[in-house]
T-cell receptor, first 117, second 115 residues
């Protein structure tokens, strides 16, 4: 079974600064995807970024980037130029690839990020 | 398009009561699923469906029933509510299976309290 660990329950950062959220996972699979989801106070789940395990290049989406270390099973999220709207819960998630499509995402417990003015 | 609609948004139940959480999508999605979110636990899969008439269990199915009689609807039933089922429930759907390159659409959640 796959497990996802987010070791930082809460973090804070000053506006305009950079913050890195940590995520590690455990799997025996070789083909999988990793995701970061954002959940603001509105409770809506928003996909921030995804990474394919077979790609060595780290994914980036505007101010969001990941540091994917496959051998170490580490998948951290870096938020640059933090904005007040980045205040949210952030969840790391794992998806195993199957021929017919995976049936679930495995989520970490989340990191609550607060961006201070 | 309305996307994924969950009703009600909030509900308070007494132990032993039954209720159904509704989930509807208007995007002709084959895949629908239910997650629960507990503080400090992340989201955990309860049940999922890959099409009308097909359902399967997820990680935490005990105490919940589902059925999928139409493509649009995927209700979650609590037959005898327990305080351990106090949680926020999310419905999520995608077009064809849960695939990494397909967007997973989430509803806005139902906050359930069981006293």
């Amino acid at each position: 079974a796959q497990t996802v660990t987010q070791s930082q329950p809460e973090m804070s950062v000053q506006e305009a600064e950079t913050v890195t959220l940590s995520c590690t996972y455990d799997t025996s699979e070789n083909n999988y995807y990793l995701f970061w989801y954002k959940q603001p106070p509105s409770r809506q789940m928003i996909l921030v970024i995804r990474q394919e395990a077979y790609k060595q290049q780290n994914a980036t989406e505007n101010r969001f980037s990941v540091n994917f270390q496959k051998a170490a099973k580490s998948f951290s999220l870096k938020i640059s130029d933090s904005q007040l709207g980045d205040t949210a819960m952030y969840f790391c998630a794992f998806m195993k690839l199957t021929q017919g499509g995976s049936e679930k995402l495995v989520f970490g417990k989340g990191t609550k990020l607060t961006v201070n003015p | 398009n309305a996307g994924v609609t969950q009703t009600p948004k909030f509900q308070v139940l007494k132990t032993g009561q039954s209720m159904t959480l509704q989930c509807a999508q208007d995007m002709n999605h084959e895949y629908m699923s239910w997650y629960r979110q507990d503080p400090g636990m992340g989201l955990r899969l309860i049940h999922y469906s890959v099409g009308a008439g097909i359902t399967d269990q997820g990680e935490v199915p005990n105490g919940y029933n589902v059925s999928r009689s139409t493509t649009e609807d995927f209700p979650l039933r609590l037959l005898s509510a327990a305080p351990s089922q106090t949680s926020v429930y999310f419905c999520a759907s995608s077009y064809s299976g849960l695939r990494p390159r397909e967007k997973l659409f989430f509803g806005s959640g139902t906050q359930l309290s069981v006293l």
